[in-house]
């Protein structure tokens, strides 16, 4: 077993080579003389191939295999012609070890209801097309500290532990901590601001963020992992949105270079390569093109977008200017976090900003108020009582640069890459209201 | 304003030119009829320059500021020649902005206790040893994913919030969950071995684990940052074990090649590159060198070794064979938690590891046991229900490979690797059962 492991997708590299490759049976059958193996491996599936009249325990061997049991297999290359759309080439079993059977058979399939395949999780990731979603996540993260680091950026680890919410106290996780309460971080904003305090200037996270939603639908989850940005010695909210821009572009390059022609035959999507400048929406414009189509905002504040409103303004966008993205900035104040800091020359609206991508909100950012006088009467005026965030105020006063930032939702941001509409079936293991397990 | 950003550490290529420099006050100072400002931003320390002659505004303004304020400064770079051991070059200033002015003294300095340190954590940061942890961190884990990325390794996220405990259920946070409780992670063990079963084949994760333990002292935090890693198809340990230590080459290269001088200059630590392999003792073996030191371990069970005993089979290693690190392995499988896989030739012995460097614990390894029935009965010898853990010995019925791995606690190396005795010293904000602020 000293040979080295070789994948399936490098089998055309190794034709007359020895090899041993390492997966799960996707299937045993017989072709006329011959016991026919389907083995699969992260990066695709192998025939293997043992003639009947070869050697009878192996024969036997292969004949008890059941589905999914993880195998190691011994054999030689051979490059094979099965006709149009088979690919080859097979491998010509010298020996196979069964180093992990499988004790039943597996419990769900393609056809199985999301619930079902996520009570059972770990063979639905076995997938090829679940697996691929995966390789995705790794390449856009790999992509985004690319450029963090080629500029300069600090990786940051703030605590899920908290002693005050950051919120309005709703959708709140509570923890028992040695006699008193403690919350779980609902976003890393106050740390990753005080970090621009300590002189920081550009910092990036991403981890884990929990909201007690007891909303259960598609979108939503208890527990995600969110991307964040703060970066000091900023001008604007323009100079965010800049920064994200480009480094959106080159996150999409890297995907569509690894993965375009795997999410197109798996998802149907074709990746995009956006060009910067991405376009902007003031949201006065915005509600202007809602009126011109006919449409009404419900169910939220005056002056907010609503999902189908959203929707409408990206339409527009792709229609008018062929991009995908479109920041909506200058949102109102009343509907932003007291510390977005206001427009100088209007203090009903903010320095803010969303991202659409495809009409779905990806990202919120905004420069923050750094002066700690305006920052606590924006507080007051929206009635967050100030002694609970007095350690956060205090950030402001020692001396604390102009700043801005925004956080990326993850699951969103794959979502909207891939087409898909479930949260749940881009998360590792998801976690709602209903669903804790496994 | 309109001018790019200029580093302290660039102003050398800068000479004659106009620049813009952002940072913060170290002091004002007059020397003759000139005044001086010390700006820190990251990178160094600047002097700017100002003829008592020159704008009375800005020389009203000088005088005026108060230390740590947050400055822009435009000036032009003038080589200057100090005297041995003070660099130039100065900056001619030619306007100042205060753009976060600092609205009271420091209430720390550098001869505070740490505890009062870590009460200002944000101003305690400012300190050019503090930022140079952060970098180096920044690092470290670049280095680690770019390891991780060549070897094709996928990124985990997996949830923190789980349905039972995964150890005894001491240590346990525990969260009010839609009426029901939930648990934070100790660690994701049981999450990564599930990747393995779901094909994912290797992946890493970096990730916030939290521990209720009510010691306080400067080894002990309720939440820290683990380095996890989980490897499939493998023979033994002895993978892991290399996996680890070529891993472990490259990231201290990386420390050394970026920070290696000032590290030395401001923790007084050499990096040193590590070769590989790293020494092996066998638990046997150690015990023997402790008997010849004359140790006895104390405090923990049989066969297990203590801090001292640690720091003794460190210095034997560093003295026989001029190594900093050591795997100490094949340790007794009653000190082992459940999941750990025996060794073939004697059960009471387990397929694991240890990695010290310099003496202290950095890592615990292993094979697991991917055999669903020894694995059920070795977690029932070890008195462990088996209804909680119903749905992790479930990863194994279906088909999945040999695989191991191991856990690193990023603040642990980051002490070994700047010779600091203190977690809280080198964890962004530390969380311990007195500490939940800010």
């Given at each position: 077993m000293s040979l080295e492991r070789v994948l399936v997708r490098s089998l055309a590299d190794r034709v007359d080579g020895t090899v041993r490759l390492c997966g799960w049976v996707e299937g045993v059958s017989e072709e006329g003389d011959t016991q026919v193996l389907l083995l699969r491996d992260p990066t695709g599936t192998a025939r293997l191939l043992h003639p009947a009249d070869g050697d009878e325990a192996l024969a036997r061997e292969i004949k008890g295999l059941r589905r999914e049991s993880a195998v190691v297999a011994i054999g030689t290359v051979r490059l094979a012609d099965h006709g149009p759309g088979i690919a080859g080439p097979d491998v010509v079993l010298a020996g196979l070890e069964v180093?992990?059977?499988?004790?039943?058979?597996?419990?769900?399939?393609?056809?199985?209801p999301l619930d079902e395949r996520l009570d059972w999780r770990f063979l639905d990731l076995r997938r090829p097309r679940n697996r691929l979603i995966f390789d995705v996540q790794t390449t856009v993260e790999a992509a985004m500290r690319a450029v963090w680091r080629e500029e300069g950026f600090v990786e940051l680890h703030s605590?899920?532990?908290?002693?005050?919410?950051?919120?309005?106290?709703?959708?709140l996780f509570s923890v028992g901590y040695f006699g008193r309460k403690a919350y779980l971080a609902q976003s890393p904003q106050f740390y990753k601001q005080m970090a621009m305090a300590s002189g920081l200037d550009r910092v990036f996270e991403i981890g884990p963020v929990f909201r007690a939603n007891p909303l259960v639908t598609?979108?939503?989850?208890t527990e995600f992992t969110s991307v964040d940005v703060e970066m000091s010695w900023?001008?604007?909210h323009d100079d965010v949105m800049a920064f994200e821009e480009r480094w959106l572009q080159r996150v999409l390059g890297a995907v569509h270079a690894t993965h375009g022609p795997a999410i197109a035959r798996q998802f149907g999507v074709d990746v995009v390569v956006p060009g910067t400048p991405f376009p902007r929406v003031h949201m006065a414009e915005a509600h202007e093109i809602l009126a011109t189509a006919g449409h009404r905002v419900t169910?939220?504040?005056?002056g907010d977008l609503d999902a189908t409103g959203e929707r409408l303004v990206a339409e527009h966008v792709a229609r008018?200017?062929?991009?995908?993205f479109v920041f909506v900035t200058?949102?109102?104040?009343?509907?932003?976090?007291?510390?977005h800091m206001r427009a100088a020359d209007d203090p009903?609206?903010?320095r803010s900003f969303d991202l659409l991508w495809k009409g779905l909100e990806v990202t919120t950012g905004a420069q923050r108020e750094h002066r700690p006088d305006r920052l606590a009467a924006q507080a007051q005026a929206r009635g967050v009582p100030l002694g609970p965030i007095g350690y956060y105020l205090d950030f402001f006063r020692y001396g604390c640069p102009p700043h801005g930032g925004f956080g990326l939702g993850l699951t969103r941001f794959l979502m909207s890459l891939l087409g898909v509409d479930d949260v749940r079936v881009v998360t590792y293991l998801h976690r709602g209201p209903r669903r804790i397990t496994p």
């Open positions: 180093v992990g059977p499988a004790h039943a058979e597996v419990p769900i399939d393609d056809a199985s605590p899920k532990l908290r002693p005050t919410p950051n919120k309005s106290g709703s959708e598609s979108r939503h989850d900023i001008e604007s169910g939220k504040k005056e008018e200017l062929g991009h995908e200058d949102y109102p104040e009343e509907i932003r976090p007291f510390y009903a609206r903010t």
